[in-house]
């Protein structure tokens, strides 16, 4: 953690710690579902003796925080720094899917890095069908 410190300086030390829990449980895991993940925090941390209901109320938390716009910077800036040099291309893509009534569509920007898409923003166009050109240019 400490060696990421001056890209989150603005964030305390705990927030830092979960946020990298939290990545390192998603890459055991291999998925984002907070209840697979649960399983897995007591081995990142090296504390198994916690129920594992613990663990997913951290999680959720963590999730919880109110200041996501600063750690979402924070974490693009790392991720830039990180990819410098390294970036095959970049990729503009839309996902949809209908929830309910509600259609939600994403236009998600990634970098492509060793052969791998990783999304580094993204909007809701919160619609239904194609981006417009404008829509891609922002």
């Known amino acids: ?45 090296g504390c198994r003796s916690r129920q594992p209901g613990s663990y997913y109320m951290r999680l959720i938390r963590f999730f919880k925080l109110k200041n996501k716009p600063s750690l979402i910077r924070s974490i693009l800036g790392l991720c830039f720094r990180l990819l410098q040099g390294r970036v095959s291309y970049l990729l503009l893509d839309g996902t949809k899917w209908k929830l309910g009534s509600r259609w939600i569509h994403l236009m998600v920007l990634s970098v492509v890095c060793g052969g791998v898409s990783v999304p580094v923003a993204w909007i809701d166009l919160k619609k239904k069908g194609h981006s417009n050109f404008s829509e891609r240019k922002k």
């Open 1 to 45: 953690v400490s060696q990421f410190s001056q890209d989150f300086s603005s964030h305390p030390r705990g927030v830092i710690r979960n946020l990298f829990i939290v990545l390192v449980c998603v890459l055991e895991a291999r998925s984002t579902n907070l209840v697979e993940l649960k399983d897995k925090v007591g081995g990142v941390m």
